[in-house]
């Protein structure tokens, strides 16, 4: 409902669209989020990374990629020579959405509704932002950016151009790899998500 939306349209810069954020009713997710958890980083940042939403952690802090997902993206952003402090990272949806069991909260995949709905805000700090560069870090991710699914197990590595002219990098996002099992495979992953960061290095220039 159009009066459900927040007071966003006179967003001017890119905390006064984060402050607007956390009265958005876009979606039905924020009833049950602790708090919408907005991207963060300068708003000169080169390249912007996206993930999928906010992990239980990210709800409860209202920050993004704080969680372990976010602790082993930071040590591979480091083996890679990017700046963490000086990229912005967000997500595709804003709201954490979950399935209770038991005490615990578990992840639940944004639907493609959701992420329509929050792709408003996306793009928002795309606008305000003008990266060189976006990274999208997993499937959801990559729906938000190319506005449409992809296969990206298949187009890890590729860049895409966006009608607006933005290039998307495609991998995978780093909860993948911590759900690897087998240590050997795990630490493969590891190295081709270092190799992938390295890359995005070189486009960032």
């Keep these: 409902m159009a009066g459900e939306m927040a007071p966003d349209e006179d967003a001017a810069t890119l905390a006064e669209a984060r402050a607007a954020a956390k009265t958005c009713r876009r979606c039905t997710l924020w009833r049950d989020a602790t708090q919408t958890v907005f991207g963060e980083g300068p ?12 992990g239980d952690q990210e709800d409860i802090a209202g920050k993004p990629f704080v969680g372990p997902a976010g602790k082993l993206f930071d040590a591979i952003l480091e083996e890679a ?3 963490r402090d000086k990229t912005y990272v967000t997500n595709a949806v804003k709201h954490f959405k979950f399935e209770p069991r038991g005490k615990r909260r ?12 929050c792709r408003w805000w996306l793009d928002k700090e795309l606008g305000f932002i003008r990266p060189k560069l976006a990274v999208a870090l997993g499937a ?19 860049t895409l151009a966006r009608e607006d002219g933005l290039k998307v990098f495609l991998t ?6 911590l759900r690897i099992r087998e240590e050997a495979d795990k630490q493969a992953e590891r190295a081709r998500f270092l190799a992938d960061m390295r890359a995005v290095r070189k486009l960032m220039g």
């Design 106 to 117: 578990i992840h639940s995949k944004p639907n493609a509704g959701e992420v329509r709905a």
């Design 81 to 83: 020579g990017i700046e």
């Design 43 to 54: 708003q000169d940042a080169e390249v912007v990374f996206v993930g999928e939403q906010p």
């Design 172 to 177: 995978v996002h780093p909860s993948f790899i």
């Design 140 to 158: 959801t991710a990559t729906l938000a950016l190319a506005g449409k699914a992809l296969p990206v197990t298949r187009m890890r590595g590729q």
